[in-house]
C-alpha cells in the first residue's frame, strides 16, 4: 500500500500504517476495550466476589423462591392512580417543578415487601408505596417508600447478607438461629435497625400508614445551595391501630373498597437535614426535631391490577430524578437501582401468571 499523495489535491489509498490512521484504530480500539471492561465488571466476570446485580437476583430466588413475570421484590402490589398538588412551600429548597403550585399526574404502586407474589396478607409485613409523578415541564420523579423507620442495612452486601442470614429454614419455615444469632452480632448497626423497625406502629392498612424514603437525597435551589433532605408520605386519614385481618388478600381488599368509596390524600414532609445527620446510613434516624416543610398533597383516586395495569411496565428506580433533586452519598440508592432495572428486564423476558389482584377482583369490587 502507499501513501496518499500531496498537493494537487489528489489522493491515493489510505495506508494502514499511517501515523494519522493508527491514532484512530486505536481510538476505536480503546473505546471497544471500554466497553467490553464495562459488560464484564458489571457481570462481575472481572471480580468474583463483587456483589452483581445476577447475585442480588440469585439472592433474592434464594429466600422467596421463583416466580416468573413478577418483580423480584415487593411481587404483590396493586396499580393506584391519582395526582400531586405542589404547595410552593419546598420551592426555596428545590427547583424541581414538582415543588411549584400546580398539579402533577401520579400512576403508583401499593405493594408487599418480599418476593412472593401470592403471600398473605399480615399486620406486620412491609408495606410499600411507590410512585411516578409528572410535572408539567416533561421531567419526573420516581420513589420508592417503605412503611418502616429506618432501612435494615447500610449497604447492598450487607442487606444480601440479612436475607441469607434470617431466610426461612425449609424444615421449620423460620429463621435459623444458628444463622440470625452471629450474623446479628456481627453487624450490631443491623440489629438496632430490626429493633426499630419491629417496634414500630403498625397500622391497619395501605391508607392510614406513614411511607418514608429511608435513604438521603439532596434538594438544589435556584442559587445552587444543596441541603440533606429526607421525606414521609404522612396520611390524611386518621391513624387506626392494625388488627388481625380475615381473607389472604384483606390488605388489598381493604384498600380497594375505600378507593371505591373516596379518594385517599398524604402530605409530603420533607425533613430538612443538619450538616451533622447522616446521609450516607440509612439504618440511623434523623432527630424528631427536624424542619419539616409541607412540600404538596398526594391524592389517590383509582386502582387497578398489575395485570394490565398502569404501573405493570414501570420500574421505580429512585435514581429516576428531576433536576433540582440529586443522589447523596448513600449507597442504597444506587443498588436499588441496578437490581429494579435486571428485575424488569428477567420479568419483561417471562410469561407471567395471573396476579393475586386480578382484574376480576377490582371488577367484583366495584359491583354494588
Not at 433474592?60 to 391519582?82: E, Q
Not at 404522612?234 to 380497594?256: K, M, S
Not at 429494579?340 to 366495584?366: Q, V
Amino acid at each position: 500500500m502507499t501513501e496518499p499523495k500531496r498537493g494537487g489535491g489528489a489522493t491515493g489509498p489510505v495506508s494502514l500504517f499511517d501515523p494519522g490512521t493508527m491514532l484512530r484504530l486505536g481510538v476505536i480500539g480503546a473505546v471497544m476495550l471500554g466497553v467490553v471492561a464495562a459488560f464484564a465488571w458489571s457481570a462481575g466476570w472481572l471480580s468474583p466476589h463483587r456483589l452483581t446485580q445476577a447475585r442480588m437476583m440469585e439472592t433474592l430466588a434464594a429466600v422467596d423462591g421463583i416466580h416468573p413475570g413478577f418483580r423480584r421484590n415487593h411481587a404483590k402490589g396493586v396499580c393506584v392512580t391519582g395526582w400531586f398538588q405542589g404547595s410552593g412551600q419546598a420551592v426555596p429548597l428545590s427547583t424541581a417543578a414538582v415543588f411549584r403550585a400546580e398539579r402533577s399526574a401520579v400512576v403508583g404502586r401499593f405493594a408487599l415487601a418480599g418476593g412472593m407474589p401470592f403471600q398473605a396478607d399480615a399486620p406486620a409485613k412491609v408495606r410499600s408505596m411507590a410512585l411516578r409523578i409528572l410535572p408539567s415541564d416533561g421531567a419526573e420523579w420516581r420513589m420508592g417508600i417503605n412503611d418502616i423507620p429506618v432501612f435494615v442495612a447500610r449497604s447492598a452486601r450487607e442487606f444480601r447478607d440479612l436475607l441469607l442470614a434470617t431466610r426461612p429454614d425449609p424444615a421449620t419455615g423460620k429463621p435459623d438461629p444458628a444463622r440470625v444469632g452471629p450474623f446479628l452480632a456481627g453487624h450490631p448497626e443491623v440489629a438496632r435497625a430490626l429493633g426499630l423497625v419491629g417496634a414500630r406502629p403498625v397500622s391497619s392498612g395501605f391508607a392510614d400508614d406513614t411511607y418514608r424514603s429511608l435513604d438521603s437525597f439532596r434538594f438544589v435551589n435556584a442559587q445552587g445551595v444543596s441541603t440533606p433532605v429526607r421525606w414521609d408520605m404522612v396520611p390524611v386519614q386518621p391513624f387506626v391501630p392494625a388488627t388481625a385481618g380475615t381473607g389472604r388478600d384483606y390488605l388489598f381488599d381493604d384498600l380497594l373498597a375505600v378507593l371505591r368509596r373516596h379518594p385517599l390524600s398524604w402530605r409530603l414532609m420533607v425533613i430538612v437535614g443538619a450538616p451533622s445527620d447522616p446521609t450516607a446510613d440509612p439504618t440511623l434516624p434523623w432527630p424528631a426535631d427536624r424542619r419539616q416543610v409541607e412540600a404538596g398533597i398526594l391524592t389517590l383516586d383509582a386502582a387497578e391490577s398489575e395485570d394490565g395495569g398502569a404501573c405493570t411496565g414501570i420500574t421505580y428506580d429512585p435514581l429516576v430524578l428531576p433536576a433540582g433533586i440529586v443522589p447523596s452519598d448513600d449507597p442504597i440508592p444506587a443498588a436499588r437501582s441496578a437490581a429494579y432495572m435486571r428485575s424488569f428486564t428477567l420479568r419483561a423476558g417471562e410469561a407471567k401468571p395471573p396476579s393475586a389482584i386480578t382484574p376480576a377482583t377490582i371488577a367484583a369490587e366495584d359491583r354494588p
